[in-house]
């Protein structure tokens, strides 16, 4: 009788592992079952967020445009586009090179110099007239503002607007112009 007792609880204790292992996305042996040999996997970029004043530095020194992306903690949408548009390859790789990414609180205290004074992310907030989430401004690397993007915006729509800063287009035409450009662009091709 003891026997079958004794193989119910290792079988219990056993499944346990199982699920443990598998809720958190791991083997036994400290593997991610989803990926395959390691040596195999694709190398994939990784986007860097910076604080308002040192990402400014940067993009001053680096000569690029600036991505200021203000959020909320409590903000679905701004947790979706981290998700699923910055973690998007194509929109890593485009913003690693063209870009200097800042993300700002948009409910912290925590404190930034923002022309030679200090002030919260908050403040800075206010000082952007940011009133939904997730709102993105784009800078110029001297720090002069460009144009803000309201909303989310997955990674396939939100590549057209990163292209359309980056080769500074908006001194030239519209963002509407730009678009209806590059669909007569794509059915000319097609022609």
């Keep these: 009788m003891k026997k079958p007792i004794h193989f119910f609880f290792i079988l219990t204790f056993l499944f346990s ?14 593997g991610d079952p989803d990926k395959k040999n390691p040596s195999s996997a694709k190398e994939t970029n990784t986007l860097t967020w910076h604080k308002y004043d ?42 690693n090179e063209s870009y200097v990414t800042i993300k700002v609180n948009a409910e912290s205290k925590e404190e930034v110099q923002v022309d030679g004074q200090k002030m919260t992310e908050k403040d800075l ?15 110029k690397h001297s720090s002069d503002r460009i144009a803000p993007y309201y909303g ?36 000319e091709k097609k022609k």
């Design 54 to 95: 040192k990402g400014l530095a940067k993009a001053k020194k680096e000569k690029k445009h600036v991505l200021v992306d203000f959020y909320t903690n409590w903000c679905g949408w701004c947790k979706r586009m981290d998700k699923n548009t910055y973690e998007d390859e194509e929109v890593k790789k485009l913003l």
């Design 17 to 30: 592992i199982g699920v443990f292992c598998y809720l958190s996305n791991k083997t036994v042996f400290g």
């Design 152 to 187: 989310y915006a997955d990674a396939q729509n939100f590549l057209k607007v990163l292209t359309f800063i980056k080769n500074d287009l908006y001194d030239k035409m519209s963002f509407e112009e730009y678009l209806k450009n590059q669909d007569k662009s794509k059915d």
């Design 125 to 139: 907030a206010r000082k952007f007239s940011v009133r939904s989430y997730p709102t993105i401004w784009f800078l």
